[in-house]
């Protein structure tokens, strides 16, 4: 990636007690040398592990809660203004939202800011504790928001219940939405990659991307799938093709050359219905490559290869 | 010389009933030395007859019990709204009343503008604007070299030209909600929320918090209140940092800054037991003229946003219920934590179940700890109903009601937001004097302009922008509204013991007016006009 692309912005929703705190502290203990800046707008009872945020160069903003008329937006204003102007430069951003906060406006920012790129949404929900927090009226709405907001939910607190419960928790997630990626934890034990994809977007930058597709490392969740050819793209064809390939596509990232101007180049990054083509100023690549991954069991190949045909035949 | 000082008036007001009505005035040491007839005055020793305001009226400073500080700011940008307004500096700004006033105005200061500067305009209603919207063609038409961001007056909205839009990279190809699009799917300009305003307002340096940060916020904000008759005002919602202090204090400390201020700092900001200690801690850096110590905790949105919380029915026109900005269950946790440690709360809550959550947790945390000192205060509270006041009453919460939303926003909150019955008994004032709940009302400036005066006639008269009363029996009498507008809003700060009325020991503060408001036609309370304000016995007139 050049030294100007922009933030991966990752938004962790989900309502309070659900371990949202414990899963910062976890993926600041395994960043494998990547800087997290933590954004917390959450302030429950865990504080974040002061001796992490000091040894993994990283760091913590926060920001304040006060986003209704009296601040007219202030503090997220400034919130993301110093974002932005953090030094030494971090490689991925976290926002820990509040327990109440509705994440895709929070999402909003990094789909607008052309320094910033969403990486996605990921909602953590309370096994034990769903059903109960759910069923106060007050309540309802948001949590629903929450999950349906999500392309990655993790059910935390897993080794709290029995099975029983844990599949109707499930079960009413899956009620409010059916695509996102679903996946059960206990004591916000999460990879990484998992949530920051980083062997996605390391593997676009490599140059044998073909061998990705076999690769079973790490976790079992996903499969890939990938994708190199010389010729480029238009990109309202791509968002066409993008949204065609629907939602089991979990995850997209890629670099295309423009069809009608030579040596023009896009990214193109979709999480969940986010699709996201920005220019993108290099000199370092020729032709399209693309990774995507999905759920195992997807059939990545027989979603996305039909469509990515029609341009290497051409 | 001699250390005291009287003032002749024609009359004064004093807002003690057992001297409700005198001619003069003694200060000492900048505070009341007497109230009473010149004769009254003789025994206390030699003094110096001020005749400055002979002809003119003096009540008690009036006290702003919700404002920001930003409301200074603001007019760094260029006003484009519908209704006259006078600047900090004593500019008039006549109101614009159709998009071609709108772009004269934006292409005479685009010509006053060096070539690198944005411009920024502010106050832009377009609800009065009716015929069409403002887009980026209207604004490509004052300039195409120079980045143009029109932020509408509820703070939500923007427009901006073609030129702001290449510089955040807005095109067809974008697809962000906020990014409003035209026919021929481009970016019209218009810009909807923080998120999507967010990218233009970083590059045109538009940050509304710095607003009330620097020195010349701060110092206009004590100018837009000067201007009002106002002595005492609060801010509602600061981040408080230990630099920001030390400006606030050296700014409000000189003599030439003409208000009290007292700053609510941000609750949410930290964990609790940790906002309590801060509270404590910068509670002991308060000075005569800034006052710390007490916090404001939002707990919804706004009614004319809906994003206010409401309880059932719902709102009016179907919309969805708002949003909360802190749970009901941390609420009560936070509540608790500040109450026990002798903090001071102002509780924002618009809707009636943002209300009704604030009083559960303000109940449970005084069934833990008995604290008399200590008077805890909705802010808004504008959908109260008559069992809640009761409530108040009970859990002796103070109110402090947004009574210019009658005015701005009544007619919108009839026919969209909460229908007509609920808007009717919008901001109780009348309903809060029956059962005995002491309160304030206020402008929240920078959302509607500040002016006691303007306030008192909105809960006075009760009509709306279209000119329709809304909700006869929640009207107050003109004394009933002096009173919250001086006293009433001293009482919110935990400061009536020191400002709020004209009596022998209190502060020396006091608003001049040209007329009386105790015998005007009810319907000109807002047009009285303010000569300017006495602090601490010294004379503030408003600049000319
Ligand atoms: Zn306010
Ligand atoms: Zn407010």
């Known amino acids: ?314 | 010389m001699s250390e005291i000082t009287v003032f002749k008036a024609r009359k004064i007001i004093t807002m003690n009933p057992a001297n409700a009505v005198v001619t003069h005035v003694a200060v000492k040491e900048g505070r009341v030395l007497a109230a009473g007839s010149e004769s009254d005055m003789a025994g206390w020793g030699d003094y110096i007859l001020d005749s400055t305001f002979e002809d003119k009226v003096l009540m008690p400073g009036m006290v702003e019990g919700h404002c920001h500080l930003m409301a200074g700011g603001i007019w760094n940008f260029t006003y484009v709204g519908y209704q006259d307004r006078i600047d900090p500096d004593g500019r008039h700004w006549p109101g614009v009343k159709t998009i071609e006033e709108v772009l004269d105005r934006l292409k005479q200061i685009d010509a006053e503008l060096t070539p690198e500067a944005p411009l920024v305009a502010w106050g832009f209603d377009p609800i009065f604007l009716m015929d069409r919207r403002l887009d980026k063609t209207d604004l490509d038409s004052v300039s195409t070299s120079r980045p143009i961001a029109v932020i509408h007056s509820n703070f939500h909205l923007m427009t901006v030209n073609s030129h702001s839009l290449d510089l955040v990279g807005y095109d067809e190809n974008t697809d962000v909600d906020g990014v409003a699009k035209g026919g021929n799917g481009t970016p019209n300009g218009e810009l909807q929320e923080m998120a999507a305003m967010f990218p233009v307002m970083r590059r045109l340096g538009i940050d509304l918090r710095q607003l009330g940060r620097t020195e010349q916020g701060i110092v206009d904000f004590g100018k837009v209140c000067n201007r009002a008759g106002v002595t005492v005002a609060a801010d509602l919602l600061n981040e408080l940092p230990d630099e920001d202090i030390e400006d606030m204090r050296r700014i409000t400390g000189d003599d030439s800054y003409p208000i009290r201020l007292a700053s609510m700092m941000n609750a949410l900001s930290q964990p609790p037991e940790e906002t309590r200690e801060r509270a404590i801690t910068i509670r002991k850096k308060s000075t005569d003229k800034l006052r710390l110590g007490a916090v404001k905790i939002v707990t919804d949105g706004s009614i004319q946003g809906f994003t206010a919380r409401v309880r059932w029915p719902g709102h009016y026109n179907g919309a969805p219920n708002g949003i909360w900005n802190i749970a009901p269950d941390q609420l009560k946790v936070l509540v608790s934590c500040l109450h026990e440690g002798g903090v001071q709360m102002h509780i924002h809550t618009n809707g009636d179940e943002a209300i009704e959550a604030a009083l559960e947790a303000l109940e449970g945390a005084k069934i833990q700890n008995n604290r008399p000192d200590l008077r805890h205060v909705l802010q808004h509270v504008q959908m109260a109903d008559r069992a809640q006041l009761r409530k108040m009453k009970q859990l002796y919460v103070l109110a402090n009601f947004f009574s210019n939303h009658i005015f701005y926003f009544g007619d919108k909150h009839a026919a969209l937001t909460i229908g007509p019955e609920r808007a009717q008994q919008m901001d109780p004032c009348r309903s809060a004097r029956d059962i005995g709940v002491p309160f304030a009302i206020h402008s929240d400036a920078p959302v509607t302009p500040m002016g006691p005066l303007f306030t008192a006639w909105c809960a006075v008269n009760r009509l709306t922008e279209s000119g329709k009363v809304l909700g006869e029996y929640e009207r107050i009498s003109v004394s009933d509204a002096l009173y919250a507008i001086t006293l009433g809003a001293a009482y919110t700060l935990q400061m009536d013991d020191e400002v709020g009325s004209i009596e022998a020991g209190k502060r020396a503060d006091f608003a001049v007016l040209e007329e009386d408001p105790e015998s005007v036609d009810p319907a000109l309370l807002k047009d009285i006009e303010i000569w300017g304000t006495v602090l601490g016995g010294f004379k503030h007139p408003v600049p000319q």
């Open chain 1, 1 to 314: 990636m050049t030294i100007n692309a922009p933030l991966p912005t990752t938004v962790l929703a989900g309502f309070l007690g659900s371990g949202k705190t414990t899963l910062v502290n976890h993926l600041l203990r395994h960043s494998e040398g990547q800087r997290i800046l933590v954004l917390v707008n959450d302030f429950g009872s865990l504080p974040i592990d002061e001796d992490l945020i000091r040894s993994e160069e990283g760091g913590t903003l926060t920001l304040a809660n006060g986003c209704a008329c009296c601040s007219m937006g202030g503090d997220l204003f400034e919130a993301f203004s110093a974002v932005l102007d953090y030094e030494p430069r971090p490689d991925q951003l976290l926002i820990e939202a509040s327990g109440v906060a509705e994440p895709a406006r929070i999402a909003n920012f990094a789909r607008a800011e052309p320094d910033l790129a969403l990486n996605g949404i990921v909602t953590m929900v309370d096994a034990e504790n769903f059903e109960v927090a759910r069923s106060d009226e007050r309540m309802t709405a948001i949590l629903e928001e929450q999950i349906t907001a999500a392309q990655l939910i993790i059910l935390n607190k897993c080794d709290l219940v029995d099975e029983e419960k844990a599949a109707s928790v499930q079960e009413s997630i899956r009620r409010l939405n059916a695509s996102a990626l679903l996946v059960s934890a206990e004591q916000g034990q999460v990879s990484g990659d998992t949530i920051f994809a980083t062997s996605l977007s390391k593997a676009l930058s490599k140059t044998d991307l073909v061998k990705l597709q076999h690769s079973h490392k790490h976790e079992d969740l996903f499969e890939r799938w990938s994708y190199e050819g010389k010729s480029g793209f238009k990109p309202a064809e791509m968002r066409e093709l993008l949204n065609r390939a629907g939602s089991s596509v979990y995850r997209f990232k890629g670099l295309f050359e423009d069809l009608d101007k030579k040596d023009t180049y896009w990214s193109v990054h979709k999480v969940g219905p986010y699709i996201d083509i920005a220019p993108y100023r290099t000199d370092a690549v020729t032709g399209s490559r693309f990774v995507a991954i999905g759920v195992k069991g997807t059939d990545l190949e027989d979603i996305l290869a039909p469509l990515f045909k029609v341009r290497v035949d051409a």
